[in-house]
């Protein structure tokens, strides 16, 4: 645990630093690295995994640390460059930018930094296997041993205080929200195993075990999974690692009766490890172990016996059937309703009643109205609610306490998005309670930003077409403005699940594991713009992909486009409408008279969100 070893007085960010650097040097280590990731590489991580956050001081949810006996550097990306440099100690911490001119890769800076004969340590649990790999190809050459450490180095100046694994209890997703059967999913996976000559399917994202037992969790903050793993033999006989506590008898008969035949055994958590070396014992066995997994799942199994590869669920789970699109359309028509009533009572209270909000209180307050709406489970995420300035923090989260008040004479940026037994949401819009006093600046601003969400939203593309390639759609309005914005388009959104879901994306940086465009896939659109400082403009939409009508059919290809889940209208007084096409304007239009058609109904008995 943290203790003082000097009598002169130290920062909380230097006792902890001298704590890793006296477990390093027992150790041999010339450097330790902190991931973000917990076991299962999640995004978003249980309180007992934000070992980074302990260490660093920085709270976003991307972001990698290393720690040399003089350095302490955090490497994340553009999201979070604003919170990053607010949240570190600097004396001690240096924020490193990722992917920026002039910053280098981790696995660089490691191999140009140490020496050769230098061991870096890691807690092989959290680095996934491909990254991994990708650092090896730097480090070696350079003499340099990546380590995998059976202890975590945080773990043990953390102590007694660091929390413990959440034990909330599962909940059965049944087939009304599914539209398929655990059955179902896993005779498609045994295909998939056999095409591949395997034996035996490793999972361990926490959202692809959810999905294919068609099961839902409170184990994360936000998003509804359970932290266990699962493997699945060829013949279909499946394995589900998790704290049998969690689940209740009625949750665990209904997940067996949507498998029959195929059955389903429990065992402890922890008990993976020591499977995985038994099933190796065979050298026979063919083990597929998802290429995104952890180091310390591959290094279970001889090299071998290992297929290393992406995981079968991943595509199959972003490719939503009719049951999971209907249900996110339900879900988003309800979710817009609670955005446009707290919208309208904000204005209400901002300009009629001239009442103070502050950011945090309007998260609250918004919360509140989802949390009426039929099918609320949780937030998807926590809200950004940030006014001013504050807009121009990507993912900025207010303080519970000692938030700034919203102000109506100047740009407000609120990105939310909730859980619905039906469907997932995530929705940004920016507005301007008093539009009269928006400078020309700011209201160009806004309308490039709207410009680019209107490019993606009617783009046609041929079928397979990547995210990487659409992402230009999207700045090339923004370029005609001399702007730009330093992170993604879009995302994927899981259906009751991850509000953050691949492998598809949209993005200006290519990824290996992206896959092109396909029917039923959601994506978000939400291009931004951001002055430090000053203020942030963000459009976001949820679409899902779906077959385009086109003249022709040049080559026999078939031809996607998108549609809009999310409806929620954007403030036409801040707009500089001589930016703007006819298409652009026909474009608005027409979405607007959605949002009256489709979400009025809901608003019916709320005056003031429905004259909004």
Known sequence: MIKSVSAEPMSLAMEKLRGIREQMFNRGLSAYVVPTDDPHQSEYVAACFKRREFISGFTGSAGTAVITATKALLWTDGRYFSQALSELDTDHWTLMKDRQPGTPSIEKWISTYLISGAKVGVDPFLLGYDSASRWKKELIPAGIELQALEENLVDIIWGPFRPSLPVEPALHHTLQYTGRSVRDKVDSLCAELESKTCDLLVLAALDEVAWVLNVRGADIDFNPVIISYLTIHKQGLMHWYVDSHKVPHAVLEAIRYEALPHKLNLHPYSALLPALRQRADSASCRILIPNTASLALHLAVAEPQIVS???????????????????????????????????????????????EVSEAGGAARLEKFRAQVQGFVSLSFETISSSGANAAIIHYKPPKTGSKNISPKEIYLVDSGGQYRDGTTDVTRTIHLTPSLASAHLKRCFTRVLQAHIAVDTAVFPDGTSGYHLDILARAPMWRGGLDYRHGTGHGVGAFLNVHEGPQGMSMYRRSDEVGFKSGMTISNEPGYYEDGSFGIRHENVLFVKNAETENQFGDLNYLCFENMTFCPFQVSMLDISLLAKSEIDWLNAYHEQCMDKIGPLLVDNDQAYNW
């Open 309 to 355: 590869t992406t995981s079968p669920v991943t595509l199959a789970k972003a490719l939503k059937n009719e049951a999971e699109l209907e249900g996110m359309r339900q879900a988003h028509l309800r979710d817009g309703s609670a955005l446009v009533s707290y919208l309208a009572w904000l204005e209400g209270r901002l300009l009629q009643d001239r009442a």
